[in-house]
């Protein structure tokens, strides 16, 4: 197996196949061997035999250094509770580039390897057009979070477990147009694989709908991640059908496709979509160990 990224790559296989295969591409195109994976695209890659470990500790250093942070003093969280340490009270416009760039730093890290990130890389992420001081100091914020918790990182073990999968979402928590964000992450081998926070497309009327849009959310990423795992042939990872663990019961019942409601029209395409995963028998929700449809 093959990773490509424009220029850069890995490659995952047995010793005698992994060297052949260096040899043979060796000869067509003009390339250097560095050996033993330990940095790719800026993440830090080490193991010990049974642990894995991933990493961007040099990166967060840099990113640190570049906006000024470096000897910051620490936070134990990135953003308050509600996402919003000073927005609104200063109101003055920040530097739009500056401002973008350190957003982008940010995305890149939350993207990679720290998953931790991902709620409050998404608040400021809105705010890159004419962002306010009061956006930059939440920025800032993050880089103090960030100066605490640079030893941070993914650590995967051979558990041998299968993959689990949890979804939630808040109701209507953003303050601004009062729609929901969905959380989602996926787990292998101990820890995340895919981990996503992400603003709902539409406003919910109810905690019922948040929670089953977040589902739909979770049910495209678990759609994509056995297709891939399929042409990887790992199949045995998965289970059959794919199990999303919920926390709400209303959302698990509104995906049996023999459930059905008028109070959700306004949700049509996407109450349908989920429906029919389920009826195929690729994914079903669980809710506090209990599967639907059983």
């Known amino acids: 197996m093959v990773g490509v990224f424009v220029d850069h790559m890995l490659i995952i296989g047995e010793v005698p196949n992994v060297t052949e295969f260096k040899k ?6 003009k390339c250097h061997d560095f050996g033993e994976a330990t940095r790719f695209l800026s993440l830090n890659i080490s193991e010990n035999g049974e642990e894995m470990f991933v990493h961007l500790k040099d990166y967060v250093e840099s990113v640190l250094e570049e906006f000024g942070m470096k000897n910051c003093k620490g936070r134990s969280f990135p953003l ?6 000073k927005t609104g009270k200063l109101d003055e416009l920040f530097d739009e580039q500056i401002y973008r760039r350190a957003v982008g730093r940010l995305l890149y890290l939350s993207n990679n390897s720290r ?48 993959i689990e999968c949890f979804t939630d979402a808040d109701w209507v928590g953003d ?43 979770t049910t495209k990423e678990v759609l994509w991640l056995i297709d891939f795992l399929t042409e ?15 926390d709400n019961q209303g959302a698990m019942y509104l995906s049996d496709e023999s459930y059905v409601t008028d109070r959700t029209k306004h949700m049509e395409l996407i109450y349908y979509s989920l429906k029919d995963e ?3 028998g690729r994914v079903s929700i669980s809710h506090r160990g209990r599967i639907w449809p059983t």
């Open 80 to 85: 308050e509770a509600n996402g919003d340490d």
């Open 24 to 29: 043979s591409f060796g000869l067509k195109f």
């Open 115 to 162: 998953p931790d990130l991902a709620l409050a890389v998404g608040k400021v992420s809105q705010s890159c057009n004419s962002p306010t001081k009061g956006n930059w100091l939440n920025v800032k914020s993050i880089t103090r979070y960030l100066r605490q918790t640079t030893d941070f990182c993914l650590k995967y073990v051979k558990s041998g477990e299968k």
């Open 175 to 217: 303050r601004a147009d009062r729609k929901s964000i969905s959380g989602t992450v996926v787990l292998m081998a101990g820890n995340p694989v895919i981990w996503r926070s992400k603003m709902q497309s539409l406003v919910a009327l109810s905690t019922v709908e948040s929670e089953y849009i977040a589902v739909c959310e």
């Open 232 to 246: 990887l042939r790992q199949t045995d990872l998965l289970e059959k059908p794919f199990v999303i663990m919920a």
């Open 278 to 280: 389920v009826s195929k």
